[in-house]
């Protein structure tokens, strides 16, 4: 082995990898992303059904029914994951474990006004951000509500008698105005916002491997950065006492 080649070898062995998902939330972040992608695209022929390339998918009444089932069964998985994800989150709060680390707090706006002097050259430096900055906090809180509406609003136009025994008739028509006009919103903000800050804005790959690198989380997530590598340090030191 040459000598550039021992020191590439070193190199690689001393960068060190955080992690930043669990397993369990890879695998609900690829649940949403296959539901998500399914439910868009047995959704959108029938939005559109006027449109010539529609038409062609929904020819004939046994296609139609087979579109609307998958599109049935997808709503159904992306219902339990968020069922699976919320009840987690209660369980957890139950037992005083869970992080709240993607609450939105004061500092995130202030984060935000830091962030836009930045970008107008008011500023010289980035804010420093905990695990999860004001961005990806709006991502979430946005896809949470929106999955949310898609959901209520789906479950009432796929069961009209019995939610309308206690709910007034024209709930259905706004469901299914609400239900048609959300997916679009969600549709864009997933494509154009979400997919920009995660692979165009840098290439993150977190959410599939779980792990980032050293000098990415000193410079994205400086303050989670610090408190992980302050409580090694304690850790460490808790070690050598005893
Ligand atoms: C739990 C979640 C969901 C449920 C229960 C649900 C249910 C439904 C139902 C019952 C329909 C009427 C046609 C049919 O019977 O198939 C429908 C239509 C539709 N869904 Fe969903 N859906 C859900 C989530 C989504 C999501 C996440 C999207 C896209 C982001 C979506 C996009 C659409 C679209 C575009 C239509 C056609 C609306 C129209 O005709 O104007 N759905 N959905
Ligand atoms: C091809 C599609 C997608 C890719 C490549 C992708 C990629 C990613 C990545 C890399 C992250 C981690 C960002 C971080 O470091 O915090 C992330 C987070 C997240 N993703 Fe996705 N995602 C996709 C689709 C979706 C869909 C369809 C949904 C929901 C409907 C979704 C919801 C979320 C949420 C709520 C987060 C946590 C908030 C955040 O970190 O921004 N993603 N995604």
Redesign the pocket.
Known sequence: MTAKQKNTTAHVKEEKMFL?FKLGQRWE?LI??LS??VLLLTGLPQKYRDFSWSQDLLSTPERLGLIRQIHHIAALILALEAVYHIGRALVLLARRKLPGNILPVWQDVLDAGHMLQYLFFLRNDKPKFGK?NF??KV??WF?FFG?AMMGITGFVIWFPEQFTQFLPGGVVPASKLAHSTESIV?AVF?LIW??Y???IERL?????TGRLSEPEMREFHTKDYEQQIGQVANKTQAGEKK
Do not use: D, G, K
């Open positions: 930043r972040h949403l992303i998500f992608t999860y961005e990806q991502t979430y896809l999955i969600a997933v979400h997919i800050h995660v692979h993150n790959l977190s959410i599939f």
